[in-house]
């Protein structure tokens, strides 16, 4: 583990460089831009410095300027479509010296030497460029560049992605775009689909790509026939940094200060545990027949330090045959620490109509206000949290590359360890029912009647590894067939040709999660028979055994070992033929296939304590753990015999065509199909013990094998058109209507009894659970004044038939949560974006840029008729419902920042202000025959700062603020039949501030 010393003495000595760095004399540089044949001023032509990689646009009256050049020669490439590039030799710049150019550039049909510049990287990462992508792409695209994303100091995909407008996260690792949670979004890198080991999802967890080695992000907001079928709320395309134009060498190294963690020395975790530096820790299953072995409990230790290091090195070369070859690597590391320890989760509920809610019990009910002889257990819990994470990978690209080819080889891995201790306790409730209780009189009534709400501790310890790597080899080519057809009627250019081969691989191992039950009961006093001769007498304070479920013959601890493997195999080819039609204007007509082939294996095994029904740790107080001395007890554990096993199996293949055609010059239309065919197979390989409820049984049966294993196919035919109307250079307006799918996992798929652990929430799939369909209606209006400038206006509908939504169900003696179909549902709202430059308007704010989006949504579910009859079913609950929310759907987002580069002094400012509105996070439902509200996660804000500062040419040093609004993350029970919002969850994530210096050479 590494010191602080050494990462503080590491910074120093970068400081100390920069201070020593000998300071370049700058000049400046401008100049105009001419159209050779008109001698009229071009605007948004483009300037790159060639020795710096510096660009910028003209204006609207053909000038650029550079404010700040260092001295020396340099060669200047001038551009603009329509027209040959230009370049210009030994321009030279001298200090404190404004030096002047003049050029014009000649009409694409004059004849002249072409200057021929390629990139092998994919994508780009400035703000500019990817505006320029937005206008130009047939999807509604809106992206982040890894400009904007070091600005904003986030530190991997998942915390870029809510920078987009429309788009949020769920969970920390899933994208949300425009309200529709992972099922209707489809992540990939570098347009390859990667898998995931996630237990519950088929989505990639963004978490785990850093910043470090994302180029930009890009959010297609709109499905075309090239993408897959299930982009219905868009697709999440994570580009990874390609092969620079110049060699460079890059080092990093930063450290934080977390206002929660940093400098404790109680933070939450647990004797023995610990998270390895290479994050690889073998942990084998625990030997059946022995004693607990390990700790049982949390415990109390210093926290670990905060860093992170980053190392980039990469570079191209030509040869004096064209060809060039290229190359890019980077390796990263990060350690990291989080810990709260005002947290609640409670669980309440309405027992009768009109009534507050009270806390929902288990094992037993109260009797009457005051429950003398109740027997029964709450769920009012304070919880404290601490987790240690662990994150490195390496990126590594190389390619090849000539005029009319380029391939592209890509590898990946990436590997997190984390490390969470949950202390959990409650005491609320015997509070709740024993209003004024003393834990510390034995006559009061709450010690009277002991078993009524007692003390409850539970202590969780959750080791787990992830991993993702993939292999990817990518190709270009421009192919060898001539310009055929007539100018004034249809021209068929050379077509383009791209096609990708990914070999992936996602792992989850977790070796080590530990659960601890006990609760605990005071002293009772007993009055004795003095007649008797039998004297009063108080009983000892004892801790006992808390199981977590009563449909289970586990003790109060248990250990779950966990293996996820999944592979998948994607390939596709597409062929682009671009023509020009009779105005001159160019359309395309694409074909493509596409094959993605999944397999994964699910291995789990569970551990208990079972029939240990006499533990007891006695004369000891509430405050000591019974946890920490657990283990040096006689409490022998065996293995669980309810485990299922599975291998599952996921194959899509589709073929597709689409054509963009221009009816004039300011209006194209788009028009395809894609035929797409879902293959779904789970095979399960149950336990001696496992039972399952196949459909329409009145209970559970044993599971024998190949009972519930399952078989799916589906063939789908997804239309998609569109129209692209441009009336200005500056203004665009895009229309579609597009049909997609939204597909079911494996776990819902299967009608097994699921739990995460034993005592846990239970789980049952549905074999009869049906794919979704969606229909999608989107308009948007972009505005672009002028170079880096926007005002986006966008309205979308999407209406879902089958929409598959999580319900509670009793039928068979206990409550499980099941999959369904819902009969339809609808999601609709409007988008709005603007970027500004300031200093376009007012020059002396030269470099002051604003930008800001909101999005508004107005999601809606119909409740199934079954379901409604439970929520309107008197007299017990009447909660009469037949349409609510969506789940993962945000009423509003809002996103503000505001940056400012000042070149002066080679300082950046950067303010990032975002609010996410209420979220609905559960549907409504009833337990135990009591109304449930549904649960909303309440709005919250969060405010950044960064600032960062260049030191000579190599040097650039970053301080970061986030989370400086330190919000309460809440979760509340909402409805209207109850009278306010009552909170079941809270949090806050502290504050977190971050320096860092980065070495370019």
């Known amino acids: 583990m590494v010191k602080r010393s050494l990462l503080w003495g590491s910074l120093g000595l970068m400081l100390i460089f920069a201070a020593t760095a000998n300071a370049k004399q700058f000049g400046s540089l401008r100049g105009m831009i001419y159209d050779k044949d008109f001698g009229a001023p071009l605007s948004e032509a483009t300037v790159l410095i060639a020795e710096t990689g510096e660009k910028t646009i003209t204006t609207e009256e053909g000038h650029f300027l550079f404010e700040q050049v260092p001295e020396g020669n340099f060669t200047l490439v001038f551009s603009k479509e329509g027209y040959a590039r230009q370049v210009k030799a030994e321009v030279v710049v001298s200090p404190q010296h404004m030096t002047e ?33 937005r206008m130009e792409s047939p999807a509604l695209l809106d992206s982040i560049g890894a400009d904007l994303i070091s600005k904003a100091g986030v530190g991997d995909a998942a915390s870029a992605l809510s920078l987009v407008a ?19 979004v489809n992540s990939q890198m570098n347009g390859v689909r990667l898998p995931t080991a996630d237990t519950d999802k088929r989505a990639v967890q963004l978490d785990q790509f850093p910043s470090a080695v994302i180029e930009s992000i890009q959010v297609s907001k709109t499905f075309t026939p090239d993408q897959q079928g ?32 940093t400098g404790r020395d109680d933070f939450l975790t647990y004797k023995g545990g610990g998270v390895d530096f290479w994050a690889r820790d073998k942990r084998s299953i625990p030997p059946e027949g022995g004693s607990w072995d390990g700790a049982a409990g949390v415990d109390r230790q210093d926290d670990t330090a905060d860093f992170d290091f980053s190392l980039a090195v990469g570079g191209k070369h030509e040869f004096d045959n064209g060809l060039k070859v290229g190359g890019f690597s980077n390796f990263y590391y990060k350690q990291s620490s989080s810990y709260y320890e005002d947290g609640i989760d409670d669980a309440y509920w309405v027992e009768n109509p009109g009534d507050p809610m009270t806390p929902q019990t288990t094992q037993g009910v109260p009797t009457g206000n005051i429950p003398e002889n109740g027997d029964f257990k709450t769920k009012l819990y304070d919880v404290a949290q601490g987790s240690d994470e662990v994150q490195w990978g390496w990126l590594g690209t190389v390619g090849l590359e000539t005029e009319n080819h380029s391939l592209t080889l890509v590898k990946m891995y990436t590997r997190v360890a984390e490390e969470v201790a949950t202390l959990a306790e409650d005491t609320r409730g015997k509070e709740f029912y024993f209003p004024g209780y003393d834990p510390d009189d034995p006559k009061c009534d709450g010690n009277q009647n002991q078993d009524a709400a007692p003390y409850l501790r539970s202590e969780t310890l959750e080791y787990t590894e992830r991993t993702t790597e993939t292999l990817q080899l990518s190709g270009k080519h421009r192919l060898p067939i001539p310009e055929f057809g007539h100018e004034r009627v249809l021209k068929i250019l050379p077509p383009e040709l791209d096609w990708t081969r990914a070999i992936s691989r996602a792992t989850l191992y977790q070796p080590d999660k530990r659960q601890f039950g006990s609760l605990w009961l005071s002293g009772k006093y007993f009055p004795g028979f003095p007649l008797w001769g039998l004297d009063p007498w108080t009983t000892e304070p004892v801790h006992r055994i808390f199981k977590p479920a009563s449909d289970f013959t586990l003790g109060n601890v248990q250990h779950i070992w966990k293996d996820i493997q999944e592979r998948s195999e994607q390939h596709f080819v597409n062929l682009k033929v671009p023509f020009k039609q009779y105005t001159g204007d ?34 000891q107080g509430w405050e000591e753990l ?27 293949t589709a073929w597709y065509w689409m054509v963009e055609f221009p009816i004039c010059k300011y209006l194209s239309l788009m028009k395809g199909i894609r035929h797409e065919r879902t293959r779904l197979a789970i095979t399960n390989f149950p336990e001696s013990d ?6 329409g049984s009145s209970g559970e049966t044993k599971l024998n094998p190949g009972d519930a294993d399952f078989r799916f196919q589906q063939d789908d035919q997804l239309p998609a058109v569109g129209f692209k109307l441009t009336p200005t250079e500056k203004l ?101 974006e603007i970027r500004q430059d300031v200093g376009h308007f007012f020059s002396p704010l030269q470099g002051l840029s604003f930008g800001a989006n909101a999005t508004i949504i107005d999601s809606e579910v119909w409740l199934p008729e079954e379901e409604q009859a439970v929520l309107d079913d008197p007299p017990n609950i009447e909660a009469k419902m037949e349409t609510r929310h969506m789940m993962n759907a945000p009423e509003h987002l809002y996103n503000f920042n505001l940056t400012y580069d000042w070149e002066r002094f080679n300082t950046q400012f950067a ?34 700062l960064s600032v960062s500062k260049k030191f000579g040419d190599h040097l650039k040093w970053k301080f970061v603020a986030k989370n400086l609004t330190n919000p309460d993350i809440q979760t509340v029970y909402r409805s209207e039949y109850i009278d306010k919002d009552v909170v079941k969850t809270s949090y806050q994530k502290g504050m977190e501030f971050s320096l860092s210096l980065t070495a370019e050479f």
């Open 230 to 261: 299930d982009a219905s709320g868009g697709a999440v395309n994570v580009v990874l940094k390609g092969i620079p134009e110049e060699r460079i060498v890059s080092l990093g190294v930063g450290t934080k200060y977390k206002t929660q963690s």
């Open 911 to 944: 303010l990032f202000y975002n609010i996410r509105g209420d979220t609905l996070i559960a549907g409504a439902g009833q337990s135990n025959g009591n109304f449930v509200p549904n649960i909303y996660e309440t709005e919250y804000v969060t405010l950044n």
């Open 166 to 184: 429309g788009a949020t996260i769920q969970e920390g690792k899933f994208a949300v775009v425009r309200g529709l949670p992972d099922r209707y």
């Open 626 to 652: 019974w946890s920490q001395v657990f283990p040096f007890e006689d409490h022998p554990i065996a293995g669980a015999e309810i485990d299922v096993d599975y291998e599952g199996f996921q194959e899509i």
């Open 101 to 133: 150019v003049e050029i014009s550039l000649y009409g694409d049909f004059t004849e002249m030497e072409e200057f021929v510049v390629q990139d092998l990287e994919i994508g780009g990462g400035s703000e500019g460029a990817l505006l320029n992508l």
């Open 732 to 832: 665009t307006f895009r229309g579609s209507y597009t049909e997609t799918v939204a597909r079911q996992t494996f776990k819902e798929l299967t009608p097994i009894k699921q739990q995460e652990y034993l005592g846990g929430d239970v789980f049952i799939g549905n074999k009869d659970l049906k794919m979704s369909a969606v229909k999608n209606y989107d308009l948007r209006l972009d505005y672009k004044p002028y170079q880096g400038g926007l005002i986006s206006l966008s309205k979308f509908r999407k209406h879902v038939d089958d929409p598959i939504e999580y319900v509670q169900n009793e039928s068979i003696g206990f409550t499980y949560t099941f999959p369904v179909n819902y009969p339809k549902g609808s999601l609709r709202g409007y988008e709005f």
């Open 690 to 695: 496992v039972t399952w409820i196949y459909p």
């Open 586 to 619: 160019e359309g395309f007509v694409k074909y493509g296939v596409f094959k993605d082939r999944v397999l994964r294996k699910y291995h789990q095994e569970s551990f208990s304590n079972f029939d240990d029904n006499s533990a007891k740790y006695e004369g």
